[in-house]
């Protein structure tokens, strides 16, 4: 057995290596070598070692450049995706995306504290509240005033429910319109 800490010469090298030519490992002997690794990390490489490294890399082109679509500058959009079904997003939750819309739901959030206007409900540490932007003037009925700070209120989403103009039943409700009139002439809280 050699001792510890002898290194063997390039020449006892080169001939383990031509004794050791078309032979495989057991696997016996990989488990072995593997568990002798487990639990150890490279050392460090010095920074004379660093440096020679990244002498070495300048001018080259990362590997993995190009191969994501969105890295690459190839992404396709629109009427070029693969995936695209000929512009099926309805106009409704299209216009709930515009920048105008998130600045006025903001503005309407930020007029009323983050607090629901019927039962003065506000989101704290353990007790979250999901707030809802409502058109006192149905989104739908009256696009002109869409954006129009007055006409919107901020509401906890069970209040927003028990209002005539929730959801879809501003199309059987005939008193909608009166009570959105009568809300803002203050007759209603």
């Known amino acids: 057995m050699p ?6 010469s390039p020449e006892t090298r080169r001939k383990w290596s031509i004794a050791r030519k078309g032979k495989k490992a057991t696997p016996e002997t990989i488990a072995k070598l593997s568990s002798l690794r487990k639990g150890k990390k490279r050392p460090p490489f010095s ?14 082109t990362p590997t ?10 190839s992404f ?7 995936n695209w079904k000929g ?5 409704d939750k ?32 353990g007790n979250r509240v999901e707030l809802h932007p409502d058109h006192l003037f149905p989104f739908s009925t009256y696009p002109q005033l869409r954006y129009e700070l ?18 879809f039943r501003l199309n059987n409700n005939p008193t ?8 803002l002439t203050g007759l209603i809280k």
């Open 76 to 82: 396709k959009s629109g009427s070029e995706h693969w």
């Open 176 to 183: 909608a319109h009166s009570y959105a009139g009568a809300i």
């Open 47 to 60: 920074e004379e070692w660093r440096k020679h490294i990244s002498e070495g890399n300048k001018g080259r």
């Open 87 to 91: 512009g099926i997003t309805p106009l």
């Open 94 to 125: 299209l216009n709930r995306r515009t920048p105008e819309y998130i600045a006025w739901r903001k503005a309407v959030f930020e007029r009323d504290d983050y607090r629901c206007i019927d039962c003065g409900a506000k989101s704290e540490k």
């Open 150 to 167: 007055n006409n919107g209120i901020t509401r906890c989403a069970p209040c927003h429910r028990l209002t005539p103009t929730y959801g």
């Open 64 to 73: 993995n450049k190009g191969t994501h679509q969105r890295h690459s500058g």
């Open 3 to 8: 001792k510890k800490g002898w290194v063997p």
